[in-house]
């Protein structure tokens, strides 16, 4: 099992400014190598015989570029610019590992026959990190002894754990990373020991989730969180701190603290959603041993609904509700408690009685399900909820679990 534990550092003016310079010539390091992987695709984009005498010029064949020829090319880089050679080469390798991975999912489909996007030259400031290979080994050049982040060309940093790492795990990567409120770092601890899933006999307990947009979630057994709606509680605050920023002088000091505070309200509202979200699915492993969601198509979903719609309906265009990420934590909770989570197929959860399974077509205004065959009245998204875990049930063929039709599970 592998755990990322975030940890905010405390540097000295000297050793702030100094990371800002590693992140500015690695910024630029990502950009010459990202100019040199588009500029070889260019030019060998079609066969000789076949390119364009107007469009294209003929000249001799380049050598081929990939991470290796990349990473062969750092001896020259540091003869060339000497200020390379304070960075450490491992962090400059992984600099290209990054770029090579983004290369490789924009060029090359995964399973799905699905592609990233082109990756980006990056703006001044936009490269925010850079990570360490080892920690803690004799050959590392990071070391972390529980207080302090000990490096030979960046010196001592201390660090506030306000967790500790757990016993047994043991340090993997670091990665520094420049926030608006000040700078991390992120160990990455791996433990051999992974908790395995309760067995299907054992389970005594399970929930249907449907995910909505009048509230957060409701479960198979009635219960309801409200939605929280944290970015369209600061939106009025966020667009008055936005105009102010198009009054500045672009480039100006005044415009860079402008933009630290525009960033500083957007890391406010992420982290009271993530916090949110993790407070939610804690309380759902608590409480039960199996958790049924849906398998959503999140993107899917924002492009169905135009920009001028109902206000619950914001949220999903804004990702104010943030289900991909809900999802993506109760994951991780339940792998670390022993909890199973089943993804199931959405089609016709919301449309399906889960009574007798008659379809019940029903528009999304339309927010109780009468079923005119059996007469089962409940709220719509009850209905869904139980539906996703009579699904997630029929699928694991978990035998002795009986759902009634108000979402209650017994023996």
């Known amino acids: 099992m592998i755990l990322t534990y975030c940890y905010r550092i405390k540097p000295t003016p000297e050793q702030a400014d100094k990371i800002d310079h590693w992140l500015e010539l690695l910024r630029r390091h990502w950009n010459y190598a990202l100019g040199q992987r588009l500029g070889y695709l260019r030019q060998t984009r079609s ?25 062969a090319a750092l001896k020259e880089t540091k003869i060339l610019f000497p200020e390379y050679k304070e960075i450490y080469s491992e962090v400059q390798q992984i600099n290209l590992q990054r770029l090579d991975k983004a290369w490789k999912k924009w060029r090359v489909p995964d399973k799905k026959g699905k592609r990233g996007g082109r990756p980006r030259f990056k703006k001044v400031g936009q490269l925010r990190s850079f990570e360490f290979s080892r920690v803690n080994h ?10 302090n982040l000990i490096t030979t060309r960046l010196g001592i940093i201390p660090v506030i754990v306000h967790r500790p790492i757990p016993e047994g795990f043991e340090l993997k990567t ?32 399970a929930v249907g989730i449907d995910v909505g947009l009048k509230e957060f979630l409701t479960t198979s057994e009635g219960e309801t969180v409200p939605i929280q709606q944290t970015y369209r509680k600061a939106q009025n605050h966020l667009a008055r701190q936005q105009r102010r920023l198009k009054n500045k002088q672009q480039g100006s000091k005044n415009y860079q603290k402008q933009q630290n505070k525009i960033a500083l309200i957007h890391q406010k509202i992420q982290r009271q959603r993530k916090d949110f979200q993790y407070k939610i ?11 049924a969601v849906e398998d959503l198509n999140i993107k899917g979903l924002a492009r169905t609904i135009p920009p001028l719609v109902p206000p619950f309906q914001r949220g999903v265009r804004g990702d104010d509700a943030a289900w991909g990420q809900f999802i993506t934590i109760i994951e991780a909770v339940a ?3 022993g909890v199973r989570v089943v993804k199931v197929n959405p089609h016709g959860t919301s449309q399906d009685c889960s009574g007798c399974g008659t379809k019940v077509p029903k528009t999304l205004s339309v927010r109780t399900h009468e079923c005119p065959k059996c007469g089962l009245v409940m709220d719509r ?24 039709a108000c979402g209650g599970m017994a023996r």
């Open 281 to 291: 699915a804690n309380w759902l492993t608590r409480c039960y041993d199996l958790i």
């Open 138 to 147: 004799p050959k590392a050049t990071i070391k972390f002894d529980g207080k």
């Open 335 to 337: 792998v670390k408690c």
């Open 47 to 71: 066969q000789v015989d076949r390119c364009s005498l107007v469009s294209e010029s003929i000249g001799e064949i380049p050598e081929s570029v990939n991470y290796y020829t990349q990473q």
């Open 174 to 205: 670091a990665s520094i990373v420049k926030k608006a409120d000040g700078y991390y770092v992120c160990l990455t601890a791996k433990d051999e020991v992974v908790p395995e899933p309760l067995p299907l006999d054992k389970i005594k307990s």
């Open 381 to 404: 998204d009850e209905n869904a909820a139980i539906n996703i875990l009579n699904r997630a049930l029929e699928e694991l063929q978990v035998v002795g679990l009986i759902i009634s």
